[in-house]
């Protein structure tokens, strides 16, 4: 009989693996660490946005430049300001540091550095502080909220020397109260009075009245305005000085504004159109100083530069004087702003 037993395939025996090689002695030690792996932290740390601003005006001829960034989770600003001239010199370079509770403004060219402090005591209670350090001059206040929503007493004084000065706020204006001095001719001495200065505000009909007071001088004003209206006269007491503004706006991008002074027969009178958010045309003669204008805004005149289309505002304008026109000027100027 034949064998049953199956019969035993025919496999393949493997080649011996390789040798093993040897590493060359005069290969290049590994790199070094790197020094986000030495300090993993610095990972997590980004870098400050910088944010640079220039400004160039025709006029002048000057550029006004500012390079500022956030700190410490946006606690501080730092910012450095500068200007050129034609022949590229620097000048006037200032450097700050502002935070919420204190403000350090260095003066390059001066060498002085100025300082503002302000802490919060309590919810109700503010301490304030200025000191020049070049001048060893500077002030220190204290504000006070009463227990009435709208009402604080402030209390300040220079130092080293000065009158202090107490000033009382309420929802409708505030009074100051400070001594000081005066001389006298005859007796050529110094007396010594209370100077009070303060301002209130009241709605009457559909109007604000405000009287101003300061420096022995009384000044009344009164502002109507509504949608298309708006009527301010003006009164200054005792040169019985009067003045009135008014504005009349034609449609949402048209407004017309003129001033007369009564005292001296002034005036002066601006046309504004606005087309859109971001141009501006605006012209104007002022009978004063006996001049004409135009002028022409490309990126919104009182925004900021950041929310204006590319971060860049141009101001276009003509001055044409009355008694030459041939001195006519054509100036403009520019600001523009980079994130890096």
């Not at 000057?62 to 500068?82: E, G, I, P, R, T």
């Not at 000065?165 to 001594?179: D, N, W």
């Not at 007796?187 to 303060?198: A, P, V, W």
């Not at 919104?300 to 505002?313: Q, Y």
Request: glycine fraction near 4%; aromatic fraction near 10%.
């Amino acid at each position: 009989m034949a064998d049953q037993s199956p019969q035993s395939p025919n496999l393949s025996t493997p080649p011996p693996p390789p040798p093993p090689t040897l590493q060359s002695t005069t290969s290049e030690p590994p790199p070094p660490p790197t020094r986000s792996s030495l300090f993993p932290f610095l990972k997590s740390l980004n870098r400050p946005k910088l944010r640079v601003t220039s400004e160039f005006d025709s006029d002048s001829l000057l550029f006004l430049n500012k390079v500022s960034c956030k700190l410490f989770d946006n606690l501080a600003k730092l910012k450095l300001s500068f200007q050129n001239n034609s022949q590229r010199e620097v000048t006037q370079p200032q450097l700050s540091l502002t935070s919420k509770y204190l403000s350090v403004l260095y003066d390059v060219e001066e060498k002085n550095t100025f300082i503002k402090s302000t802490v919060d005591v309590s919810p109700r209670l503010q301490l304030r502080a200025l000191h020049n350090v070049n001048a060893q001059q500077g002030e220190v206040a204290m504000e006070a909220n009463l227990a009435e929503p709208g009402y604080s007493l402030e209390l300040s004084s220079p130092v080293p020397i000065g009158y202090p000065r107490a000033t009382l706020k309420f929802p409708l204006g505030e009074v100051s109260i400070q001594e000081r001095e005066e001389e006298e001719e005859e007796e050529e001495k110094n007396k010594r009075m209370l100077s009070i200065n303060g301002i209130l505000k009241r709605q009457v009909m559909d109007g604000v009245c405000s009287a101003l007071y300061t420096d022995e001088e009384l000044r009344l004003r009164y502002a109507y305005k509504d949608e298309a209206l708006s009527f301010i006269p003006t009164i200054s007491l005792p040169s019985n000085a009067a003045s009135f503004a008014f504005k009349r706006r034609f449609s949402p991008s048209d407004k017309l504004s003129y001033w007369y002074k009564f005292d001296s027969n002034m005036w002066s009178a601006v046309y504004k159109r606005t087309y859109g958010k971001d141009y501006k045309f605006k012209a104007g003669y002022d009978s004063e100083v006996r001049l004409g204008w135009a002028s022409l805004w490309v990126g919104d005149e009182a925004g900021k530069v950041k929310t204006t289309p590319r971060k860049m505002k141009v101001q276009f304008m003509l001055q044409v004087p009355q008694d030459d026109i041939k001195t006519s000027v054509l100036m403009f100027r520019v600001k523009k702003r980079w994130d890096i």
